[in-house]
Each structure stands twice: as structure tokens, then as C-alpha cells.
């Protein structure tokens, strides 16, 4: 039977007192189980972040390969004004920025970005002959994704 004297409780004819905050090991229990959810949720959460740059950083690659061809079937392969004609990472950047809509897409797996360079953060190759002209663009990384997950994006015409 249960009686309320006072303070105290009595509960098969011992007295209990009230309690008004929780134990040290109540806490400590508390903080454990937390810190065991953190030790299982924290490495999916990083994993599931590195594979979101790396989309990202794939999906920007393909933009900028979409606008280099654009380039190319504004200009054609023979006109030297051409962007996927003389591109060598140092030409027709103000090209390039048209087609992207006035800047060039950021690289998540890549500390350093410019908004008007896109050899800072993307690698781009060009293969250029006489009857066919080829590009590829991949993003660079430093440590951010997991270099597995990156693809080079590439037209050829």
C-alpha cells in the first residue's frame, strides 16, 4: 500500500524519499546511449555527404562538358573561335561563362573554386583532329570524395 506522509513514501512499509533530480549514473546511462546512436549515425551521415559532393561534383562536370559543346555546335570545329576547338584552359572562358549562365559551377570536392575559371576546379581535356573532336571534363578532389565515385563527363563530335 501506498501512503504519502509528509515526504516520505511509504511502500510496503518502507520509506522512500522523494526524489527531485536525477542520479549521476542516470545521466552517465543517458549520455552513453546517446554517444553509441552518434558512434553508429556519424559515419553514414559523412558517407552519405561525400556521396552527395561527388553527384554534385559529377552533375557540374556534365554542365560544363554541355556547354563546351554547345560551343562547339555554335562555332563548329574548323572555326578557331570555336571553344572546343582551341580550349586549352586558358582561352575562351568568357565563352564558357555564357553558356553557364554567367559563372562556372563549384566543385563540393574541391577546396578552391573560381566563378571564372573552371580549370581550377574541373580538368578538362580536349582531343582535336582533322575529322573529330572529343572533350572531357572531371572534377578534381582533394580528399573530399571518394575518387571512385567521380566519372569524367565527355562529348565527342
Do not use: H
Not at 545521466?27 to 551521415?45: F, K, R, S, T
Not at 558517407?47 to 555546335?73: F, H, M, P, R, W
Request: aromatic letters at 8%.
Amino acid at each position: 500500500m501506498l501512503d504519502n506522509v509528509g515526504d516520505l513514501y511509504l511502500f510496503g512499509g518502507r520509506a522512500l524519499t522523494k526524489r527531485l533530480a536525477f542520479t549521476l549514473i542516470e545521466i552517465l546511462a543517458v549520455v552513453l546511449i546517446i554517444a553509441v546512436l552518434m558512434a553508429i549515425a556519424m559515419p553514414l551521415y559523412l558517407a552519405s555527404l561525400k556521396d552527395g559532393y561527388a553527384k554534385t561534383a559529377n552533375d557540374q562536370a556534365k554542365a560544363i562538358c554541355a556547354a563546351i559543346q554547345t560551343e562547339y555546335v555554335a562555332w563548329g570545329v574548323n572555326d578557331s573561335g570555336g571553344y572546343a576547338t582551341t580550349y586549352t584552359g586558358n582561352t575562351n572562358k568568357a565563352k564558357l561563362q555564357a553558356d553557364l549562365n554567367g559563372g562556372v559551377p563549384t566543385n563540393p570536392c574541391y577546396g578552391t573554386n573560381s566563378t571564372t575559371d573552371p580549370t581550377v576546379a574541373f580538368t578538362i581535356g580536349a582531343a582535336i583532329s582533322s575529322t573529330k573532336t572529343g572533350v572531357s571534363v572531371i572534377a578534381k578532389n582533394d580528399g573530399r570524395c571518394n575518387d571512385s565515385d567521380l566519372s569524367a563527363a565527355s562529348v565527342g563530335y
